[in-house]
């Protein structure tokens, strides 16, 4: 994995300079996807700086982006190792130009995300792991290890968009709330310390969460859906997510702060 790693940095940063060239333009190129989620041409064309460069890199390995029909389970469901892609993650962060929008790249080898990179354009931010070897922090070209908060007051990664009643009502505790665009950005504040729990309601794909869970992994917390279990990938159908919670430092008592649900 780590002959991969700098060179999915790199391939991340170039995604992100491709974003950053059409962010301020006039006409992103909105449209709305079957979905009814919004996709631009910020999207596409980070979908092809990974897609090409992944290809060349590592031929064998296939790709699962969200920009690309995901093929049926039969024909994936034997995949021992792919690359699982968001190529902008927060694209309505990109339309509204909030600046909190994210490349991801993971590696997922026997269902498992083993290697994560997410890249942050607008501030030219890498946070990036390795299963087994420790989430790092990349700013101004170094790289610092990262780790989740010890334990003091409760600090809620929250939507810039969202209603905060939508997450509040599953927390039995008081907390404060820092707040961010996409999701895999509010992962990695949580994995650096800066943050300490994200409640996910709604709607999202396995590659929001991918790169997402082994960096925060390796910094200490974890990832699971709603109700504590963990998440899947490319063992269903569908790749749509369940509601997820991002969690920080273990001595927090998870499983009495937020009470399990279901999706309605």
Request: some cysteine; aromatic content about 8%; glycine content about 6%.
């Amino acid at each position: 994995m780590h002959e991969y790693l700098e060179a999915c940095i790199t391939l991340a940063e170039q995604a992100g300079m491709a974003i950053m060239a059409i962010y301020k333009q006039e006409d992103v190129g909105t449209e709305e996807k079957a979905d009814h989620t919004p996709v631009t041409k910020a999207d596409l064309a980070s979908n092809e700086v990974l897609s090409n460069g992944l290809r060349r890199l590592a031929p064998h390995i296939p790709i699962m982006s969200e920009e690309v029909p995901i093929p049926p389970l039969a024909e994936r469901q034997n995949w021992q190792r792919y690359w699982l892609l968001d190529p902008m993650d927060g694209t309505g962060e990109f339309i509204l130009e909030s600046g909190d929008f994210a490349v991801n790249i993971a590696l997922v080898e026997n269902n498992r995300p083993v290697m994560g990179v997410i890249h942050w354009p607008a501030k030219d931010v890498t946070y990036f792991a390795v299963h087994q070897h420790g989430a790092f922090k990349r700013e101004q070209g170094a790289d610092t290890r990262i780790m989740v908060a010890p334990p003091e007051k409760l600090t809620l990664a929250v939507s810039r968009r969202q209603k905060l009643e939508a997450v509040s009502q599953y927390l039995n505790a008081q907390f404060a709330t820092v707040a961010l665009g996409s999701c895999s950005l509010k992962a990695c504040i949580i994995a650096e310390g800066k943050a300490d729990c994200f409640l996910r309601i709604g709607p999202t794909g396995e590659w929001d969460t991918g790169a997402s869970q082994v960096i925060v992994e390796e910094a200490g917390g974890c990832i699971t859906d709603a109700e504590f279990n963990p998440l899947t990938y490319n063992q269903r159908e569908s790749t749509e997510n369940p509601d997820f919670i991002v969690m920080g430092h273990p001595d927090w008592e998870w499983q009495k702060i937020v009470t399990p649900h279901q999706r309605a």
